[in-house]
């Protein structure tokens, strides 16, 4: 019996239409744990996904592909204090245009998100 090696960790904690995914440590290419599923974007019944990312000390490109892919759907908010390496990557790429930021997790599975421009 072996231990996961992963320097990661996803918790998926839904509630009515809202999917909360905690993600917790360092995310790269080779270390998605869970984050796939979690952030499926055609799950069905989610209204919005709430990702807390305070507790994250790495990501890289393809974690960020991740992130973007239900935001192509529904609203995506990044809860909790942006860890300056993710707000970095974020400015550069210019995803932080996509998404909508809250101070914690209880706000973001209330707050009211405008929708974003584009076709209809």
Not at 37 to 50: H, I, K, M, T, W
Not at 51 to 69: E, I, K, R
Request: aromatic share 4%; net charge negative.
């Amino acid at each position: 019996m072996g231990t996961d090696p992963s320097p990661c960790r996803v918790e998926v904690l839904s509630r009515e239409d809202v999917r909360v995914v905690v993600m917790t440590g360092e995310f790269d290419i080779d270390h998605l744990s869970g984050l796939r599923e979690a952030l499926d974007p055609l799950a069905p019944g989610v209204s919005r996904y709430v990702l807390d990312v305070a507790g994250v000390t790495f990501t890289d490109s393809t974690v960020l592909s991740l992130m973007l892919q239900p935001a192509l759907t529904r609203p995506v908010i990044l809860a909790g204090e942006l860890p300056r390496h993710l707000a970095r990557l974020l400015e550069l790429t210019g995803a932080d245009r996509v998404f909508t930021m809250a101070p914690s997790v209880e706000q973001a599975r209330v707050m009211v998100v405008p929708p974003r421009g584009g076709r209809a």
